[in-house]
């Protein structure tokens, strides 16, 4: 049954297809160099596109670094990373912290994005060395999967995933199951069996194909509507068809078409909460930013969720609205700092506050107030850093806080060096015990120009160690920029007596400084 479901979903994907050639590329990387695909020719193509702000991506980059640097040793194996949706110095500032062992380009006018289908991130394509598409994965792909599409390429065969999670995702999807048959009553409860069907397969645990995924629900949103359309008499059933084909239509990238659906959905039910968010998506999607922020400007009186400010203030920021954005913020953050307020140990609700400031900051980049996004992403780490170190969130909120403040440092006038200082998130720093106070201290500025940093505000018998490039120095240490600009330097602060305060200990190197306040007691 698995091969019958690939066949029968494969003609409703677009873009590339497994099995045939791969659309030809002309990149530059992070170090200005050209890459293409023909440049690979004659090896195994790994291509993951991502980005800094993408949850997955930042969770499957471990597993990425350590599969390249076990199938780049093969000789015949390469890996490319594409970002389409940020700058360079944002990217940079990731690359340098999690030193990306294999070349990042930046994809600006998204002709990559459009000729390769990139619908959501991550994706990774696996290539063979005549050029043909082997696999197309969306989501977090773990090291086993890769090692096996890896394989098939080299062997010159399509790559099929056949786990057991995707095995149960086809079994709730399979359109044997959903009679459309009967008078309206009947319908519509096939209908609502098909969207149960629908959430069950999107929330199964475990690795499956998102594509195919989609295929599938499409399949069944296009039987429902069309055995619900005749029978449609309400508003409500007619609102419902409508919204069956919007997202029919949104999960094809049919964008004219699912704004034309949204919009008869909405004509017969005004206030459905999904076919305002839809028809905001298909908004943006078709560039058309006022209208979208206008559209979540309903969405939000009648769910004034912090999700749906936030999607406001983003909305309002890509429409240049940026006052607007803001206090769209303003409403998010208020409503997410009650909530922590409310439960102060609930991580979620943490979460969510510390994810609006991220994202308001985000937007006073786009708005040119540099001084107030940094005070949001000092926000960010503020609360992420009150989180427990095992929340999913808590690495990758801080980490993203320090990048977006290094990205800001490196657009500085040519000459001027910026620090940044960050708890430590990852695996534990060489050398160091439960003891030590472990941070990540970001040096940017002019590439090649050597920086020395001291430490400074320690208490008597307390000890700061930089580590880098594989030396540790105490108190004070001297490092040359790369080209990238940034340095990611491993440093620890050795408490070896008892404070009676929390000290303030700072880091100063040409000019710029940086603290961080040290618990006085663990």
């Not at 291509?47 to 390249?68: H, K, Q, V, Y």
């Not at 929330?203 to 399949?219: F, H, K, M, P, S």
Request: aromatic share 8%.
């Amino acid at each position: 049954m698995l091969h019958a479901i690939v066949a029968a979903t494969a003609l409703a994907l677009t873009g590339p297809q497994v099995g045939a050639p791969a659309p030809d590329f002309h990149l530059t990387t992070l170090e200005g160099r050209t890459v293409s695909l023909a440049g690979y020719r004659g090896k195994t193509l790994v291509i993951n596109t991502w980005a800094t702000w993408c949850p997955p991506c930042r969770e499957e980059t471990p597993d990425l670094i350590s599969s390249a640097k076990r199938l780049v040793a093969r000789g015949d194996v390469a890996f490319l990373g594409i970002d389409s949706t940020e700058e360079a110095p944002i990217v940079r500032a990731f690359v340098a912290s999690k030193q990306l062992p294999y070349p990042q380009a930046i994809d600006g006018d998204k002709t990559f994005e459009k000729a390769y289908d990139i619908r959501a991130f991550p994706t990774t394509y696996v290539i063979d060395g005549a050029g043909v598409v082997r696999a197309r994965y969306v989501g977090n792909i773990s090291p086993q999967i890769l090692a096996g599409f890896v394989d098939d390429a080299r062997a010159g065969r399509d790559g099929v995933l056949a786990t057991a999670a995707q095995k149960k995702a086809d079994a709730f999807l399979d359109p044997a199951k959903f009679a459309f048959t009967g008078d309206a009553t009947a319908v519509r409860a096939t209908v609502k069996k098909a969207l149960a069907a629908i959430d069950d397969a999107e929330n199964v645990d475990g690795d499956t194909d998102y594509l195919r995924i989609v295929a599938q629900e499409n399949t069944l949103r296009d039987a429902a509507a069309a055995a619900l359309a005749p029978l449609a008499e309400t508003p409500q059933d007619r609102g419902l068809v409508a919204r069956l084909q919007g997202d029919a239509a949104a999960a094809r990238e049919e964008w004219p078409a699912a704004l034309a659906a949204y919009a008869r959905g909405l004509d017969a039910a005004p206030d459905d909460v999904d076919s305002l968010a839809g028809y905001a998506e298909a908004l943006h999607e078709t560039g058309n930013e006022g209208r979208a922020a206008d559209t979540y400007g309903k969405l939000v009186l009648l769910d004034p969720s912090v999700d749906n400010f936030v999607s406001l203030g983003v909305t309002d920021g890509d429409a240049k609205r940026y006052n607007d954005g803001a206090v769209a913020f303003a409403q998010a953050i208020g409503r997410a700092r009650a909530a922590v307020i409310a439960k102060p140990s609930d991580a979620k609700a943490i979460r969510k506050l510390a994810w609006a400031y991220l994202y308001e900051g985000r937007l006073f980049i786009k708005a040119g107030a540099t001084s107030r996004a940094r005070a949001a992403f000092a926000q960010t780490a503020a609360w992420a850093a009150k989180l427990p170190k095992k929340d999913t969130r808590y690495a990758m909120y801080l980490e993203e806080a320090q990048e977006a403040t290094v990205a800001l440092d490196t657009a500085q006038p040519q000459g001027k060096t910026a620090l940044s200082l960050a708890p430590w998130t990852g695996p534990d720093l060489p050398g160091s015990v439960s003891s030590t106070y472990k941070y990540r201290l970001v040096v940017a500025g002019t590439p090649g120009k050597s920086v020395a940093l001291a430490a400074s505000g320690l208490p008597k018998r307390w000890v700061a160690s930089f580590c880098s490039d594989r030396e540790c120095a105490p108190f004070r240490t001297t490092v040359a920029l790369p080209a990238s600009g940034v340095k990611v330097i491993e440093f620890q602060v050795i408490p070896q007596s008892a404070a009676a305060t929390a000290p303030t200990v700072r880091v100063d190197g040409d000019g710029a400084s940086a603290s961080v306040r040290v618990a006085a007691s663990r």
